[in-house]
């Protein structure tokens, strides 16, 4: 349902906001936000809503503990697929365009229709995650689609490294537990949180996982 | 026959006429080049055939048919491929998966199959990747084939360029300065490397500074001054051509020229 929902607001932006896409979707994130911030009436507004719980052939999924192998099960799944992709003429597509976008097409690759699926993907994988935090939690309110949640999405992905598949589970892990780890320096948790950001972003440039992979191979080489 | 003709093409950035009026013609197989001074609009003109800029004026045919404004992908479609002066490798890929993107048109693409990497997926992938390795070897980087592209040397970084853009098996190809950065080994080698890709009937447009290359492969050459044709012909011709030498040398250093 959202792949064929961003598949619609794919196609516009990609014809005529090609050089401004990213401000584009980062606007369109925001006005979602307003939407459902305003829209009292389907989405109960600012305070949010209940979600019922999920119920499959007629057991009543609840707890924590369930809620944890199911999304367990779907981050191997998620991981699994998008490491499929990487080494196929799709996923060579995708990185192609990454490195260099004029070449890709003079490789004959369609940039257009790559962009898009790659959007699609994206939103399918986001949407499948946005639903099992909303009925896990039995609630959802309009924070999760507000800009600074966007803003930490990135982040994560950044840090991780992009491009890597592995590098982004381990962005998120870092941006999840790092700030709690730190509470234990009370009034300095930001300030740290920040500088460890920093510093990683400068000597890690391309993110956790590709940089050390790197030094890795390079160890192993010599 | 001709497989790729471009027509009194003219393109100004800004009022600046980059290039103007210039014409070619190439039939399979055989090897053109195209000379001429720093800014004389070479890498332009390609720019303009391979799709990456739209002209202001003029046209091109590839195979007879009108080709004129079609983006790149496309044209890589109907059986052109180039190189670039600047290197365009994919920095974060292997030497071996840098050609594999250029068989890119080759290779089915089916989203679903591949994120469950089903064995047809599988299949095709080894396909691809042996033809990536035979072009690999043929430019004498078999043995990078699995070295990330971005700690390749410069020549070698200009060969997997060429090999990328063989793998789509083109019918034209445009290589733009080939041979720069290159020592004279390496030169020696793409020299071989261009005849033998011409032999096989491939259409080759050569954009070069290196002169010994130059008269030694091609076929034909145009000189291109300051965005004009100044000079077209067979190598010999081209080389005592007075245009030539006033355009490369000046005035004064045509003169010293013909004295000597």
Same mark, same amino acid.
């Given at each position: 349902?959202?792949?064929?929902?961003?598949?619609?607001?794919?196609?516009?932006?990609?014809?005529?906001?090609?050089?401004?896409?990213?401000? +584009?979707?980062?606007?369109? =994130?925001?006005?979602?936000?307003?939407? /459902?911030?305003?829209?009292?009436?389907?989405?109960?507004?600012?305070?949010?809503?209940?979600?019922?719980?999920?119920?499959?052939?007629?057991?009543?999924?609840?707890?924590?503990?369930?809620?944890?192998?199911?999304?367990? +099960?779907?981050? #191997?799944?998620?991981?699994?697929?998008?490491?499929?992709?990487?080494?196929?003429?799709?996923?060579?597509?995708?990185?192609?365009?990454?490195?260099?976008?004029?070449? *890709?097409?003079?490789? =004959?690759?369609?940039?257009?229709?790559?962009? /898009?699926?790659?959007?699609?993907?994206?939103?399918?994988?986001?949407?499948? *995650?946005?639903?099992?935090?909303?009925?896990?939690?039995?609630?959802?309110?309009?924070?999760?689609?507000?800009?600074?949640?966007? #803003?930490?999405?990135?982040?994560?992905?950044?840090?991780?490294?992009?491009?890597?598949? #592995?590098?982004?589970?381990?962005?998120?892990?870092?941006?999840?537990?790092?700030?709690?780890?730190?509470?234990?320096?009370?009034?300095?948790?930001?300030?740290?949180?920040?500088?460890?950001?920093?510093?990683?972003?400068?000597?890690?440039?391309? +993110?956790?996982?590709?940089?050390?992979?790197?030094?890795? *191979?390079?160890?192993?080489?010599? | 026959?001709?497989?790729?003709?471009?027509?009194?093409?003219?393109?100004?950035?800004?009022?600046?006429?980059?290039?103007?009026?210039?014409?070619?013609? !190439?039939?399979?197989?055989?090897?053109?080049? %195209?000379?001429?001074?720093?800014?004389?609009?070479?890498?332009?003109?390609?720019?303009?055939?391979?799709? !990456?800029?739209?002209?202001? $004026?003029?046209?091109?045919?590839?195979?007879?048919?009108?080709?004129?404004?079609?983006?790149?992908?496309?044209?890589?479609?109907?059986?052109?491929?180039?190189?670039?002066?600047?290197?365009? %490798?994919?920095?974060?890929?292997?030497?071996?998966?840098?050609?594999?993107? &250029?068989? $890119?048109?080759?290779?089915?693409?089916?989203?679903?199959?591949?994120?469950?990497?089903?064995?047809?997926?599988?299949?095709?992938?080894?396909?691809?990747?042996? @033809?990536?390795?035979?072009?690999?070897?043929? !430019? &004498?980087?078999?043995?990078?084939?699995?070295?990330?592209?971005?700690?390749?040397?410069?020549?070698?970084?200009?060969?997997?360029?060429?090999?990328?853009?063989?793998?789509?098996?083109?019918?034209?190809?445009?290589?733009?300065?080939? @041979?720069?950065?290159?020592?004279?080994?390496?030169?020696?080698?793409?020299?071989?490397?261009?005849?033998?890709?011409?032999?096989?009937?491939?259409?080759?447009?050569? !954009?070069? $500074?290196?002169?010994?290359?130059?008269?030694?492969?091609?076929?034909?050459?145009?000189?291109?001054?300051? &965005?004009?044709?100044?000079?077209?012909?067979?190598?010999?011709?081209?080389?005592?051509?007075?245009?030539?030498?006033?355009?490369?040398? &000046?005035? $004064?250093?045509?003169?010293?020229? @013909?004295?000597?």
């Amino acid at each position: 349902m959202s792949g064929v929902l961003d598949n619609l607001r794919g196609r516009p932006i990609l014809r005529f906001l090609w050089g401004c896409l990213l401000i +584009g979707l980062l606007g369109l =994130g925001v006005l979602v936000a307003l939407v /459902l911030t305003t829209e009292s009436r389907w989405t109960g507004g600012p305070d949010g809503m209940p979600v019922a719980k999920l119920v499959l052939f007629g057991w009543r999924v609840s707890g924590s503990d369930t809620w944890y192998w199911i999304t367990g +099960g779907l981050l #191997v799944l998620g991981t699994w697929l998008a490491l499929n992709l990487n080494d196929t003429p799709t996923g060579r597509a995708f990185r192609a365009l990454h490195d260099s976008e004029v070449a *890709a097409r003079v490789a =004959g690759i369609d940039v257009a229709r790559f962009k /898009l699926q790659a959007f699609v993907i994206a939103a399918v994988y986001a949407s499948v *995650a946005g639903s099992a935090l909303a009925l896990m939690n039995g609630f959802i309110n309009p924070d999760q689609a507000g800009f600074l949640h966007s #803003v930490e999405l990135v982040t994560m992905v950044v840090l991780g490294g992009l491009g890597s598949v #592995v590098g982004s589970i381990v962005g998120a892990a870092v941006l999840i537990t790092l700030p709690q780890v730190l509470t234990v320096f009370q009034e300095y948790e930001h300030l740290l949180l920040g500088f460890i950001i920093i510093v990683s972003m400068i000597f890690m440039r391309d +993110g956790i996982v590709p940089t050390l992979s790197r030094a890795l *191979a390079r160890r192993t080489q010599s | 026959m001709t497989i790729l003709a471009a027509k009194d093409i003219g393109i100004s950035f800004g009022g600046i006429k980059a290039i103007d009026g210039v014409s070619f013609e !190439v039939a399979p197989g055989q090897i053109l080049s %195209i000379i001429g001074p720093n800014g004389a609009g070479k890498t332009t003109l390609f720019n303009i055939v391979s799709g !990456v800029y739209n002209r202001d $004026h003029g046209s091109v045919e590839l195979d007879g048919e009108d080709v004129t404004g079609l983006p790149p992908d496309r044209l890589a479609a109907r059986g052109l491929s180039r190189t670039f002066q600047n290197l365009q %490798i994919f920095q974060r890929m292997t030497a071996a998966e840098n050609v594999m993107v &250029g068989r $890119h048109l080759r290779e089915r693409c089916n989203l679903l199959a591949e994120l469950f990497r089903l064995p047809s997926v599988t299949r095709q992938n080894a396909e691809t990747r042996d @033809a990536a390795l035979a072009l690999l070897d043929e !430019v &004498g980087l078999r043995a990078s084939a699995d070295v990330a592209a971005g700690s390749l040397s410069y020549g070698a970084c200009k060969r997997l360029e060429i090999a990328r853009a063989l793998a789509a098996e083109p019918r034209v190809l445009l290589l733009d300065e080939p @041979a720069a950065g290159c020592n004279p080994v390496e030169t020696e080698e793409i020299d071989e490397l261009i005849r033998r890709v011409a032999a096989k009937g491939i259409a080759v447009v050569l !954009v070069e $500074h290196d002169m010994k290359l130059v008269m030694k492969i091609s076929d034909r050459i145009l000189v291109l001054n300051r &965005g004009k044709p100044i000079a077209d012909g067979a190598p010999r011709e081209v080389r005592d051509n007075p245009a030539v030498l006033e355009a490369y040398l &000046g005035k $004064h250093g045509a003169r010293e020229a @013909a004295r000597a």
